[in-house]
């Protein structure tokens, strides 16, 4: 249909014509059809967006117990929440329940000082200064790895492979290990040369690695943060290491790759965000002009809690997106135990009391989920959540 002749259907359609032919009719015909779609579309998308305005500023007042069952463990054992389900660890062991308190699995060991590390259905544990590791899935033991090091720290990536810096004489090696238990990588550093590895974090493709390193020269302390490619774009560099920065005067002990594209570093005045789909960049720094007291993340924030010296608060606590902008920023007088993360809401808790926050910093709960808490654990449906405490695990919703 040429403009003419679709300027003269319109004429026709909105302002009526005898001469209107059955194409005509067929055109207005669909055309009502679409008017109709696209009023029912607007509608739906509107009450979507009112719901979910609803649902972030609604604020709670009480809570209620829909379900409960006896825990397990010792009082020296840890509980943390694991895959939509928990996990109890100690010194002699480790071991998963589902959400009802079933046991799923169970690993024995012995060690001194356990590490736990957790990422999406697997669990890592390690013995501090020791030189064994186990890795689990969510149906239990993949693999035991005797390093033939001394094991100073390590992570686990959401696919499985372990990161672990490791001591053997005067020499550190970081190490990548499959699932599988077998070694991927080996990377020998050096105080001389690199630095000393404080800390790494491999990305969720298992690709990128991010490596703080503490250099010491000319009795200044500097820090370098390296990043290596293990795909195809780091196959050409030197060791694959495909970007780095240096940051002078600075300590930086916490390096974290918070998604697939974006890691996250912390040092004692500077909050650092890189992002890259293969070499990441330095895309924001925050200065930090206070102590830092803890750090939390998620895919789309980093949280930061300070010492209050405004008012009578305790702690000041900031939320930043991962563009490095500050999203908003709350006063609590709580001892907290952890800071949850959970879609837009932020939930500061300890053994008897807990408070939530929307994104803007307004408070939606203060109150408790009872007595004796270790751990709460947000589930799928806003406003429920896994309450463990000393003797049982409860199911609760916010009211």
């Known amino acids: ?43 739906v998308l509107v009450i979507a967006a009112a719901i979910r305005i609803h649902v972030s500023n609604r604020v709670y007042s009480e809570y209620e117990v829909i379900a409960e069952s006896s825990r397990e463990g010792s009082e020296n054992s840890i509980y943390e929440s694991y895959y939509g389900n928990l996990l109890m660890h100690s010194k002699d062991g480790i071991t998963a329940f589902d959400k009802k308190g079933v046991k799923l699995w169970s690993q024995p060991y012995e060690m001194q000082n356990p590490i736990v590390r957790i990422a ?13 590791i186990y890795i689990m899935d969510i149906n239990g033991l993949k693999s035991e790895v005797n390093t033939d ?41 050096s105080m001389a040369d690199n630095g000393y590895p404080m800390a790494v974090s491999l990305s969720q493709d298992n690709l990128k690695l991010g490596v703080s390193y503490l250099k010491a020269k000319n009795a200044q302390i500097n820090t370098s943060i390296a990043f290596y490619n293990f795909g195809d774009v780091g196959q050409n560099k030197s060791e694959n290491l495909v970007s780095g920065y240096n940051v002078e005067e600075e300590v930086i002990p916490f ?32 200065t930090i002009e206070e102590e830092v007291q803890s750090i939390y993340y998620s895919e789309s924030y980093v949280v930061l809690v300070f ?29 907290y135990k952890e800071i949850l993360i959970k879609n837009n809401d932020f939930i500061v808790y300890n053994e008897s009391a807990v408070e939530m926050y929307n994104k803007k910093g307004e408070e939606k709960y203060n109150g408790s989920f009872g007595e004796n808490v270790s751990v709460i654990m947000p589930l799928a449906s806003r406003g429920k959540f896994l309450v463990v405490k ?8 916010l009211r």
Request: proline fraction near 1%.
């Open 1 to 43: 249909m040429q403009m003419k002749s679709i300027t003269e259907f319109f004429r026709k359609f909105f302002f009526g014509n005898s001469e209107i032919t059955y194409k005509d009719k067929i055109l207005r015909h669909r055309l009502h059809i679409l008017y109709r779609c696209a009023l029912v579309l607007i509608l």
């Open 120 to 132: 999406g259905q697997y669990v890592a544990v390690g013995d501090y200064r020791g030189s064994i």
């Open 149 to 189: 090091m001394v094991i100073q720290d390590f992570t686990i990536s959401e696919k499985g492979v372990v990161t672990a810096i490791l001591d053997k004489n005067a020499s550190t090696m970081i190490r990548l290990i499959s699932t599988e238990g077998t070694t991927i990588i080996d990377m020998r550093t």
């Open 255 to 286: 390096l974290k790759y918070v998604n697939s594209t974006t890691a996250v570093a912390l040092g004692n005045e500077k909050l650092l965000f890189f992002k890259g789909k293969q070499i990441p960049e330095l895309s924001n720094e925050v």
């Open 307 to 335: 010492h209050n010296t405004t008012s009578d608060e305790k702690y000041r606590i900031e939320v930043y997106n991962l563009n490095g902008k500050q999203e908003c920023s709350f006063l609590t007088d709580m001892e």
């Open 390 to 397: 000393e003797n049982t695990i409860e199911t609760i919703r």
